[in-house]
């Protein structure tokens, strides 16, 4: 595992996380966080490369927090920026396409294929991050959105479901428990 690169990508998640610039305010870094950790363990329970399905999870929003207007395509522009940001630690190049393509298959509103293992394990562990991060998401619907009580209790309600139902079968049986947890704290 390049844990070099792993915490130098935390730092600077950490840094582009905190700028004003941000749209999401820091608790994205909690979701940037819960990807990584989530992706590692799924990786390990499903046979695939963990330092990828790491990188990977550390990258994944990568675009969406440096820059609001990259958002509708941030797995796109986050594949880009995660090249060029590996590239400078001198990883290998087929490993950066790796981590590249599990960053452009990512997003569960892209409904992409997961080609391989370490792709799974990505889009699982961003879907399953959000049962980890329940009080960024209500603090993203009330004070970012400024919606009442019960509309975002319900936004955050309804992305969780959404989130649980992207999962792979395997995933959302490991999982379960988790996602059970989290919609008994919204009602």
């Known amino acids: ?5 792993i915490d130098a990508l935390r730092k600077e998640l950490v840094d582009r996380c ?12 909690w979701h940037i ?21 790491t990188i990977a999870g550390w990258l994944h ?32 190049p087929d490993r950066i ?3 590249q393509e599990c960053i ?5 509103s892209a409904t992409m294929e997961k080609r391989t293992i370490e792709e799974l394990c990505v889009a699982d562990a961003d879907a399953v991050s959000h049962f980890d991060s ?7 619907v009330y004070v970012k959105k400024g919606m009442g009580i019960e ?13 649980y139902a992207k999962l792979s079968a395997r995933s959302r049986e490991l999982y379960r428990e988790k996602y059970e947890r989290a919609m008994s704290v919204l009602g």
């Not at 819960?34 to 695939?48: I, M, P």
């Not at 452009?104 to 569960?108: A, D, L, N, P, S």
């Open 33 to 53: 966080e819960a990807v990584a950790r989530n992706a590692a363990y799924l990786a390990r329970e499903y046979g695939g490369d963990e330092e990828i399905s």
């Open 18 to 29: 905190g700028r004003e610039s941000n749209q999401f305010g820091m608790g994205i870094y």
């Open 61 to 92: 929003d990568l675009a969406a927090v440096t820059d609001s207007a990259l958002y509708e395509e941030h797995h796109l522009h986050g594949a880009k920026m995660a090249g060029a940001i590996l590239e400078s630690f001198g990883y290998e």
């Open 104 to 108: 452009r298959r990512h997003r569960g």
């Open 134 to 140: 329940v009080p960024s998401l209500l603090y993203m």
């Open 1 to 5: 595992m390049r844990q070099d690169i």
């Open 151 to 163: 509309e975002g209790a319900q936004w955050v309600k309804s992305k969780i479901e959404r989130s």
């Open 97 to 99: 396409e790796r981590v």
